[in-house]
């Protein structure tokens, strides 16, 4: 795949570059749109796929050159909305990319302070100026017209411990409250928010650089979590990893805090110590935003509040944004996930576990699919080991399938035809109650079952759709036999 790229992918333009030169990985328009709902409307139809509500389709990344409101600024979304196009700006074959994660983990890379004025500081507008308003410099979008407000959804939260000074960089729910004000969402057990409860201690606000924009590597990254990235680990090292070269990061010019330096805008500002605000105060319609499980998240009662110090970028930036359910979310925490998982894996049983793909219909976090080679009697029983090892993996997993090496885990058909053909409900599901899982899937509350007592609590399961090793030789599929297409058809692919 290295031939195709041309240029090599530093930054979010020489991505966007890239895809222009590929066939049906990219499409502009030059027609207005309005952030507000329209702009996520078009795109869903386009090419968001992952949960999203039909119709949609996997389809090209997707440039707005013309937002309503706001001439200077470009939007663009889409662009890892497939595993395909991921695999394109990481120079990997898709199916490869679990792979390429875990090993990044291994070669970590720590990031540099760039040298001379970086290219995100081309603009500066401080918020301390009265003319300062966020609604207005920048078109956030809003996803649906029930969303609490316009939110920033690709913005990496970079933040550094008050006491160690060790740093992580993680994407949150980032919605605009005022002209200088954010709420921030974060999910119990992110390491931020381990930053800003030490800081609300100490009675401090915390500083932190929102980054929008920037090389896909760095955003794949960022979505590594716990155990695989412990606590003190700067996921921006596996981008330098990926790309063989430090992220570069420049100084904040109003906060002690660095940001990506290529980015095409950051947001600069402060975790307020004790200071919350309700997510829907805007618009009160105690929804949130479309959130990765397909559904529209509650709005917040009460979330942490960025002051904004500045916003910086580059000129003519263009604002990066996805749609919650869509394939976007899928490739970023999914592919981590894969990595996390197998790595553990491999470690625990070398050469039975043969590749994993966390699922689209799980947003990438909550299904996964785990190939698992049996090789002689004594595995029976491990392929089912293998789907709790996941679970410690990645701990918002909440489904498991498990086949065998025959089987295309990246293709639902074949992966759903062996459950039909090598699974037995009574005997081949394990289950596990009581367990933490992920707060956004609407299933999880005592509503829907008396297993759970609190929300984000679920039963987690496995489906060994696996053949039991000894009648192996009663499940052999049909053998075709094999020619080269292309005698036939010269243009197949």
Not at 234 to 244: C, K, M, P, T, V
């Amino acid at each position: 795949m290295s031939e195709n790229i041309k240029p090599a992918v530093h930054d979010l333009r020489s991505a966007i570059a890239l895809l222009t030169s590929l066939k049906g990985e990219y499409v502009s328009t030059d027609t207005e749109v309005d952030p507000h709902a329209e702009l996520s409307g078009v795109y869903r139809y386009v090419g968001a796929g992952g949960t999203c509500e039909r119709p949609t389709r996997k389809g090209p990344a997707m440039m707005f050159n013309n937002v309503k409101g706001f001439p200077d600024v470009r939007v663009v979304t889409g662009l890892m909305a497939t595993r395909e196009r991921v695999g394109h700006l990481l120079d990997c074959e898709p199916e490869k990319l679990g792979f390429l994660l875990r090993d990044s983990v291994k070669n970590a890379i720590d990031p540099v302070l760039a040298q001379g004025k970086p290219a995100c500081q081309e603009v500066v507008h401080y918020a301390e100026d009265p003319r300062f308003d966020l609604r207005t410099l920048l078109p956030a979008p809003t996803n649906t017209e029930e969303d609490a407000g316009p939110y920033f959804t690709m913005g990496l939260c970079y933040a550094s411990d008050p006491e160690t000074g060790e740093s992580d960089v993680t994407i949150h729910r980032l919605c605009i409250q005022s002209r200088d004000e954010l709420t921030m969402w974060l999910t119990p057990g992110r390491h931020i928010d381990a930053f800003r409860e030490k800081a609300e201690q100490a009675g401090k606000p915390l500083p932190i650089s929102i980054s929008i924009g920037v090389d896909p590597a760095i955003y794949i990254a960022a979505c590594f979590e716990p155990p695989t990235t412990p606590l003190g680990f700067n996921e921006l090292s596996i981008a330098g990893a990926l790309r063989g070269k430090a992220v570069e990061m420049s100084q904040c010019l109003t906060i002690n805090e660095q940001a990506i330096a290529h980015a095409e805008i950051v947001i600069e500002g402060e975790l307020l110590p004790n200071v919350r605000q309700r997510e829907d105060q805007n618009t009160n319609t105690g929804k949130a935003m479309p959130e990765f499980p397909g559904y529209t998240g509650e709005a917040k009662a009460e979330l942490p509040v960025v002051k904004i110090k500045a916003v910086t970028h580059r000129i003519n930036p263009i604002l990066q944004t996805t749609l919650g359910p869509s394939g976007e979310h899928v490739s970023m925490a999914g592919i981590p996930t894969e990595a996390s998982i197998l790595d553990m894996l491999h470690r625990a049983m070398p050469g039975r576990v043969l590749n994993v793909n966390a699922h689209t219909s799980g947003g990438g976090k909550l299904l996964a699919v785990i190939q698992f080679r049996k090789a002689a009697a004594v595995d029976e029983g491990r392929q089912r080991q293998a789907a709790i090892i996941a679970f410690a993996a990645f701990p918002e997993l909440k489904n498991v399938i498990v086949v065998d090496e025959d089987v295309d885990i990246f293709d639902t058909d074949d992966v759903l035809w062996a459950m039909q053909t090598r699974y037995q409900g009574d005997i081949d599901t394990l289950t596990i109650t009581g367990v933490r899982c992920h707060p956004l899937d609407p299933s999880q509350m005592p509503e829907y079952s008396p297993s759970i007592l609190q929300p984000g609590m679920t039963t987690k399961t496995v489906f060994d759709c696996t053949v039991p090793f000894h009648l192996k030789h009663h499940f052999e599929r049909s053998k075709f036999k094999k020619v080269d297409v292309k005698r036939f058809l010269p243009d197949f692919e």
